[in-house]
């Protein structure tokens, strides 16, 4: 009985903190909750619609840090972050197939990492994210060797050749990059050569 005490008149002297923090935390679930693409009825939301309610909803915020000065901090921190990112908040309102976060591109990049790591055993994949850049947007791990056949077969001869050609802009620029780190005095050497042969007689 005497531990049970202990413990209940511990977890009272944190009661205040502990009501401030359930009071803050239903701050964040109500800004998820005005960020709903459609109301309770289904229907979509407008961008106009969505800019009022979050706008009610930092003015009141901000009389509650009058009326409360020891959550002024955590309110400013709130309206901070909502007006940094107020000028791309709501297009996805506008644009339906804009998404409402980047959760799935989150995602998609730490799989891809996880799945490059598992592949080359290294643990840092910026060179294979540099070498192929938005090319690395088409691997899909979980399909198989004659779906990718038939994805491929669906892609225009023309539009393959441009993208190759793309491809191998960017594989020229990382090797010459890699030369002129790793063999600098063969990279001028060379470079000097093909100035040479490009403007004969132009060195002393």
Known sequence: MAVLLEITALRDRYSTQY?????????????????ERCDK?????????????ISEFLERLAREAEEHPHYAAVIAHITKAVRHRWWGLFTCYRISNVPSSNNDLETFFRDLKHHQRRITGRKSVREFILRYGP???????????????????????????????????????LKKLYRFRHHPDEYYLDLETRWDMAIPGSRP
Do not use: C, M
Not at 23 to 35: A, G, K, S, T, V
């Open 41 to 53: 009825h289904g229907r979509p939301r407008t961008a106009r619609e969505v800019k009022h309610a």
């Open 19 to 35: 009501h401030q923090l359930q009071h803050q935390r239903n701050w964040i679930i109500e800004l998820d909750h005005q960020l």
């Open 135 to 173: 090319f690395a947007a088409y691997i899909d791990y979980a399909e198989s060797f004659d779906d990718l056949l038939l994805r491929l077969r669906q892609v225009r001869h023309e539009d393959f050749v441009q993208a190759r050609q793309v491809l191998r802009k960017v594989e020229t620029r």
